[in-house]
């Protein structure tokens, strides 16, 4: 018992720490992209969303393509326009968002077309199609599939005519019709072989979709010859490009139930290695899949235990996700592999639960089953009972004795830290009154302070506060002031001693604090961060405790005044 407690409390600090990691990256990151010329800039945008979805943060990943779409639009470069704008397509589609989907894929279609980026057309058109599969509305799936393919045909694209036969594969597929599927699919395969190799990844995409037919009608020995293929064809990608998670993903997957349908252990659990170590787990149809490969592989290679370990959490992934059919298809599967195991008392739980969610009534043969196993339970359960209790004994003392070095550490840390917070604010609260000067401004020479633009950006700040625009930088700044952003840093240094970006937060930190420090106001801390232009209120806790070394939260309180 305190080993696995130990375990889990270790995975949990090193999941926090990657996350702090990654968060670090993204603030970074974020810092660095206005300064970066054109290119290097939108290489960075592709990354950072890359690090708001490894976050499962969808809301910063959106927020990033929309930065991206503005100022490749803004710049007038079509080409990163159109990958930016198929980016968004992707980001709505990977996390559902099939009314945004529907909504973008029109004018961007259109834009596409425009510019004759007939690739990216195609890959937006096969992106739709395959949201409305998975969503269920087939019909319209496969009719938008049919017009692809005669839009295609008309003007003899064999790009789009291959993409719009791989989309028919995945409709007879979803259907459960894999002859027709296997066809079209083989056909979408011939179809790629005569596309020249591009930048895309639908060839790879086709092969992937016939490998996975074939393995599904037990062809698993022809499948794995279209693995190899297709991990010839995705050299091309990877020294082109580097490796693409995704793709390197879906290859390893089918390679993984070639060989353990081949009986290849040593094959299948390089393969199940390399998914696990996929970025795509992020992803909980990715994690799906490897769960139950997984499974695979301990059942064949006899190993139980483990293998009801895994029906488990693939049980609790399929509830996450509101998959209520693999769900119960998981308890079922579990409650013959227990008996099998014979974990009766699994067993039984496994086969309960399955007749509870499919809310149907249970039969005499599952009764008798369920009470027979029920009788071989009551066998072990005193046995365990006396095991149990000593485990819960020792778990208490251990809560116990956790808990009580848990209470004098924050007792002693809260007195420290309330200490030194107190002392932070009797030193605030001896210098000068926050001002829209910046912090730490000395006091400066009369013929200093006749430079026009200075007495300009005086008027600015006092008039307008413009630091409370998120968005404000050196270079809107300069706009506002009618200058370059070279003169404008030369202004703020020689006055201030600070850059731009140094200067515009300590404006902020210092509206900051006077909105802290009012307690009538009422803002939460999120509100301070808002109306004081930070933009986030991680963003404000950040700075605030590099400037002053306490949080928000413990100035507000300890504030005069408040």
Same mark, same amino acid.
């Given at each position: ?79 990163? !326009? #159109? @990958? &930016?704008?198929? $980016? =968004? ?7 559902? %968002?099939? /009314?945004?989907?529907? *909504? ?54 064999? !790009? #789009? @005519? &291959?993409?719009? $036969? =791989? ?7 979803? %259907?459960? /019709?894999?002859?027709? *599927? ?381």
């Amino acid at each position: 018992m305190k080993k696995i407690l130990l375990f889990s409390l270790l995975l949990l600090s090193a999941a926090l720490r990657a996350q702090d990691d990654t968060r670090r990256q993204i603030d970074s990151l974020s810092a660095a992209i206005p300064a970066m010329p054109p290119e290097q800039r939108y290489d960075a945008y592709y990354d950072l969303r890359d690090l708001y979805n490894a976050m499962g943060d969808m809301n910063g990943a959106s927020a990033t393509l929309h930065r991206y779409i503005e100022d490749a639009r803004r710049e007038g470069n079509m080409e990163y !326009l #159109g @990958k &930016a704008l198929l $980016l =968004m397509a992707y980001h709505y589609n990977n996390y559902n %968002l099939t /009314d945004s989907l529907r *909504a973008a894929a029109g004018p961007t279609l259109d834009f596409f077309a425009e510019h004759g980026q007939w690739g990216r057309y195609y890959t937006l058109r096969k992106t739709y199609i395959l949201s409305l599969l998975v969503g269920g509305q087939l019909d319209e799936g496969i009719a938008e599939a049919r017009a692809m393919f005669e839009f295609a045909k008309a003007r003899d694209n064999d !790009l #789009g @005519k &291959a993409t719009a $036969l =791989m989309c028919m594969g995945l409709y007879y597929q979803t %259907l459960n /019709d894999m002859v027709d *599927a296997e066809k079209h699919h083989r056909e979408s395969v011939a179809a790629f072989r005569k596309v020249e190799m591009g930048n895309g990844s639908d060839h790879l995409l086709a092969y992937k979709y016939l490998s996975s037919v074939l393995n599904a009608v037990g062809k698993h020995a022809e499948a794995l010859e279209v693995c190899k293929e297709c991990d010839a064809k995705m050299d091309y990608y990877r020294n082109l490009s580097g490796k693409n998670p995704i793709q390197e993903y879906n290859l390893a997957c089918e390679y993984a139930r070639a060989y353990l349908e081949l009986g290849d252990k040593d094959k299948t659990r390089h393969y199940l290695e390399r998914i696990r170590q996929s970025p795509v787990m992020a992803y909980p149809s990715a994690r799906q899949d490897l769960m139950f490969m997984t499974w695979r592989m301990y059942e064949l290679e006899g190993k139980y235990d483990l293998m009801l370990q895994v029906q488990d959490s693939l049980f609790d992934l399929a509830l996450e996700t509101g998959d209520v059919e693999s769900a119960t298809g998981t308890l079922r599967e579990q409650g013959r592999s227990a008996y099998k195991a014979g974990n009766y008392k699994k067993s039984a739980e496994a086969y309960r639960r399955f007749w509870e969610m499919r809310d149907s009534l249970v039969t005499q043969e599952n009764e008798a089953r369920i009470s027979e196993l029920s009788t071989l339970y009551e066998v072990d359960k005193l046995e365990m009972q006396k095991r149990a209790q000593f485990n819960y004994l020792l778990l208490a003392l251990g809560l116990c004795l956790l808990l009580a070095i848990l209470l004098v550490s924050w007792i002693l840390y809260s007195r420290n830290l309330a200490r030194k917070n107190r002392t932070l604010i009797d030193r605030l609260g001896e210098s000068e009154p926050p001002s829209d000067d910046g912090p730490g401004t000395p006091p400066l020479p009369s013929n200093e302070r006749q430079n026009p633009l200075y007495a300009k950006l005086k008027a600015l700040i006092g008039e307008k506060r413009p630091y409370t625009d998120p968005s404000l930088g050196r270079r809107e700044l300069a706009l506002m002031l009618g200058t370059n952003e070279r003169y404008l840093l030369e202004v703020v240094r020689s006055h201030y001693g600070l850059s731009v970006g140094e200067y515009i937060n300590g404006l902020r930190l210092n509206y900051a604090r006077e909105l802290l420090s009012a307690p009538a106001a009422g803002d939460t801390i999120e509100d301070v961060a808002i109306r004081a232009g930070f933009g986030s209120r991680n963003t404000l806790y950040r700075h605030f405790r590099n400037q002053y070394g306490m949080t928000p939260d413990e100035y507000r309180r300890q504030a005069p005044g408040s």
